[in-house]
């Protein structure tokens, strides 16, 4: 990462709620072309999520602490506040002195904006601005949120608002937390029906129409300069598993995300590290 801070434009994408298992049955089927198409290898990693919930989840990740890959560690992270007898410091972390990165990133130079999606973006209670008051910029509105059926389009529109407003030499943190597969989710599957409530098919065409109306928000984060994307959950969700409904719980579908990160190349091409052992790849982390 330190390669990629000060360089490029960074872009960080929570798909609130999404389950691992769902993302990559769709990549597989090909349901999710515009997602897939940046995926490493076609694929999803699979990660475990630093909560079961957004809250906790997000005061995690702006932390530092993304989603882990799913296999015995340490692994070391792409960005960590400076403390001492951290083990998952390493030489390419991009090391800040503030309690997140998004300050850290701010006291270097870049524009820190996040789009909000679920309650814990909205800031109407005092809860609901906690995570925007990271953000020198936030937006929000009803548009954005869980009950609308047209959110991430939504989103998308204020984001390519927010690029096309920035001087072409201002550095770019743009954060995006997508609330449609959050519940209710049902309207986005044809016939499904408010009785019927939510279910994984349900929670499936939520990706399908986020898939829809993503490519327009990488195309204008790649519009200034090679831009590094993160794109993961935060936390998935339960359908009924072993008794179970929703999240803010111990169960293997709630922990197990999906995870990618990759550069969008920019209009001038791609520069700096982008190969399998680069930001690119799934194993950044893992050589980091």
């Known amino acids: 990462m330190n390669a990629i801070v000060g360089s490029h434009d960074l872009l960080l994408v929570t798909l609130d709620t999404l389950r691992y298992d769902v993302a990559a049955?769709?990549?597989?089927?090909?349901?999710?072309?515009?997602?897939?198409r940046h995926l490493p290898g076609g694929v999803w990693e699979r990660r475990h999520a630093p909560g079961s919930f957004t809250?906790?989840?997000?005061?995690?990740?702006?932390?530092?602490?993304?989603?882990?890959?799913?296999?015995?560690?340490?692994?070391?992270r792409l960005f960590a506040a400076r403390f001492a007898g951290s083990e998952s410091t390493a030489e390419g972390t991009w090391v800040h002195d503030t309690p997140d990165f998004v300050s850290g990133l701010a006291a270097e130079g870049y524009r820190t904006v996040c789009v909000g999606g679920v309650g814990f973006f909205d800031k109407r209670?005092?809860?609901?601005?906690?995570?925007?008051?990271?953000?020198?910029?936030?937006?929000?509105?009803?548009?954005?949120?869980?009950?609308?059926?047209?959110?991430?389009?939504?989103?998308?529109?204020?984001a390519e608002e927010v690029v096309a407003g920035l001087p072409h030499e201002e550095?770019?943190?743009?954060?995006?937390?997508?609330s449609a597969l959050h519940q209710?989710?049902?309207?986005?599957?044809?016939?499904?029906?408010?009785?019927?409530?939510?279910?994984?098919?349900?929670?499936?065409?939520?990706?399908?129409?986020v898939d829809r109306h993503i490519g327009r928000l990488f195309a204008a984060m790649g519009s200034r300069r090679p831009c590094f994307a993160i794109v993961c959950s935060d936390h998935g969700t339960a359908y009924g598993e072993d008794g179970f409904t929703g999240h803010r719980l111990g169960h293997e579908v709630v922990w197990?995300?999906?995870?990618?990160?990759?550069?969008?190349?920019?209009?001038?091409?791609?520069?700096g590290p982008t190969g399998p052992d680069g930001p690119a790849g799934p194993a950044e982390e893992a050589a980091a």
Do not use: C, K, M
């Open 256 to 271: 197990t995300v999906p995870y990618a990160q990759f550069v969008l190349p920019g209009p001038d091409g791609p520069t």
């Open 25 to 36: 049955e769709l990549a597989a089927a090909g349901r999710i072309p515009n997602l897939a």
């Open 184 to 209: 209710p989710n049902w309207f986005h599957l044809p016939g499904a029906t408010r009785e019927a409530g939510d279910s994984r098919e349900t929670h499936a065409a939520a990706l399908e129409y």
């Open 55 to 76: 809250y906790a989840s997000h005061q995690a990740i702006f932390a530092g602490f993304l989603p882990t890959p799913a296999a015995q560690g340490p692994h070391p």
């Open 171 to 178: 550095r770019l943190f743009l954060f995006v937390n997508v």
């Open 125 to 158: 209670p005092p809860l609901g601005s906690v995570l925007p008051g990271l953000f020198r910029e936030s937006h929000w509105e009803p548009s954005f949120g869980v009950a609308s059926p047209t959110s991430f389009a939504s989103q998308v529109e204020r």
